[in-house]
């Protein structure tokens, strides 16, 4: 009991003198607390699939930006994003935890607010479909950790205006509150205005993926002396499949998700193109050696228009395809360049890493790993148990990755198919070895998830 009230008083004590000092010498206190914080810059694609970089295998698209941004850093070849779809890997991502527990946020929000399986649509009729902003961890320890945050493109996590991202805590917002929107027009099919500015809605002229550029800029230059998190969403390559010089080119809600290869290309190679200037950017800002970079994507791409590096399936599934996604990260001089990563990671990985290296508050209840940390320390491989889940009507897809095997569950209505794979030998999963003696016990893993992995709401 002394030992406590001493330690309570020479705290105290501390805490003073720290003030008065600050007070007298100014930023001296600052200056030594932002040496230690690494800025943060977290690039997020939407529907990149895993073989649409050229450093990961794409035939066609040139991306020289990211493929040396790959050679300066960390190329990851066996991270997943935490969700089929874009929300539910948001949502992963801003609260730390499997998206299961925030309820109704297994799958995209559909356009207007639209709940698009059982619990989507009881919160969509009680008009509270969206992340709550009390179960985010991230923008707000970051904040408190004395790191100036900013959003700039794509949010989905709830139309509502108690979901804007203002009041989860971000101090720049721009973007859109929906899923997609007219590259040009910024709406979301031919009549729907989602483009805010914090909570006000705003009207601009350009290309979407250089708006959020041309603002993730003058965030970095605004905020060049302070410790900075800065999340850039990207919508790119989604659909509607519209390149920076089409204009003129006839989007309608008949053909908003019709497939254009060649467009897809020229996005590709665009959103290459605003990677580099962002880099040019930070490097401009003399930021460089003491910024994290991160790149990857929220999900895997659209069929028909995505390269998938050889894997099955697509956005939507959880086949690889649907799940194994890009990343890349830089950090000079903390992580050694030309890292190849063969580490199963997932989104939510990236919630408690950057948590960590800003000597932020790191909640016990967040069930992601820390990937930055795993390779500063230069530490083994090791193995990790990975579930998914996503929802939309009738069809649910889950899987569970153990090791080097996955089991695979997909149920639609009340018919159901289940696959084995080994990805070490098979990640194509081209062979269900569903009838081997791993089935049973991996089932039974997906089930226990399941049961324990639910809503709080």
Known sequence: MLHSSYCSRYLNFDVVIHAILAGVFGFAFVSVASA??????????????????????????????????????????????????????????????????????????????????????????????????????????????????????????????????????????????????????????????????????????????????????????????????????????????????DVDKDINDKNWMKIDTDTYVDMLEDLD??????????????????????????????????HMGGLRGAKGTTHEGGIRVPMILRWPKKIAAGTVCDQPCMTFDLTKSFLQVANADVPNALEGDDIIGHLVAEKQNYKRTLFWRGKRGQKVWSAVRDGDKKFLRQRVGEEQHEFLFDLANDPGEQTNLIDGDNAAALSSLLDQWEQDCRSIR
């Open 273 to 306: 193109s605003e990677v580099g200037r962002l880099l040019d950017g930070i490097d401009a800002a003399g930021l460089s050696e003491k910024t994290i970079v991160v790149f990857a994507s929220d999900n895997g791409g659209f069929a028909g228009a995505a």
């Open 36 to 245: 230690n914080q690494p800025n943060i810059v977290f690039i997020l694609a939407d529907d990149l699939g895993y073989g649409d970089l050229g450093c990961y295998g794409h035939p066609v698209a040139k991306t020289p930006i990211l493929d040396q941004l790959a050679k300066e850093g960390v190329r990851f070849t066996q991270h997943y994003s935490n969700g089929t779809e874009c929300s539910p890997t948001r949502t992963a991502f801003l609260t730390g935890r499997y998206q299961q527990r925030a309820g109704g946020m297994e799958c995209a929000i559909g356009t207007g607010n639209v709940g698009r399986y059982d619990d989507a649509i009881r919160l969509a009729d009680q008009r509270d479909l969206g992340l709550p902003a009390d179960q985010t961890v991230i923008p707000g320890n970051l904040k408190r950790a004395g790191y100036v945050c900013g959003l700039f493109g794509k949010w989905h996590l709830g139309y509502e205006p108690k979901f804007n991202p203002t009041n989860h805590g971000w101090d720049s917002f721009f973007g859109y509150t929906g899923g997609n929107v007219h590259y040009f027009n910024h709406r979301e099919t031919s009549d729907l205005h989602v483009l805010f500015r914090g909570r006000l809605p705003v009207y601009r002229d350009g290309y979407m993926t250089h708006l959020i550029t041309d603002d993730s800029l003058s965030f970095i230059e605004a905020n060049r002396d302070k410790p900075f998190f800065l999340y850039v969403a990207h919508e790119c390559p989604h659909f509607p499949y519209q390149g920076p010089g």
